[in-house]
């Protein structure tokens, strides 16, 4: 089991900067991958980026060059970075854990997303 609890967000203009934070519950190390998602009003919820246990990171077309996904690991705590922050990053974002127990089948966490609002 892993409990993701967020934090960060809220209203930023366009233009700026906003960082959100994850938390897990157990070491990320452990964690096969962690991620952001997000889900604008009336859209389906979609990728954002991503973050293997090894480093490994991927991201949206929309969000390179302008999202940076990072990790602590000594804090379990998985990041996101949002400069030049467009109106149409507007949406929640949820934090996302594939963990895998020894000997058992993945499983997938979320948190409870945070709203970032980016007023024009």
């Known amino acids: 089991q892993v409990q993701l609890v967020e934090s960060g967000g809220g209203l930023v203009q366009a233009g700026g900067s906003s960082r959100l934070s994850c938390a897990a519950s157990?070491?990320?190390?452990?964690?096969?991958?962690m991620a952001w998602y997000r889900q604008a009003p009336g859209k389906q919820r979609e990728l954002v980026t991503s973050i293997t246990k090894v480093g490994s990171t991927n991201y949206a077309d929309s969000v390179k060059g302008r999202f940076t996904i990072s990790r602590d690991d000594a804090k379990n705590t998985v990041y996101l970075q949002m400069n030049s922050l467009k109106p149409e990053d507007t949406a929640v974002y949820y934090c996302?854990?594939?963990?895998?127990?020894?000997?058992?089948?993945?499983?997938?966490?979320w948190g409870q997303g945070t709203q970032v609002p980016v007023s024009s």
């Open positions: 157990r070491s990320i190390l452990s964690i096969d991958v």
């Open positions: 996302y854990a594939r963990y895998r127990p020894l000997g058992a089948t993945p499983g997938d966490y």
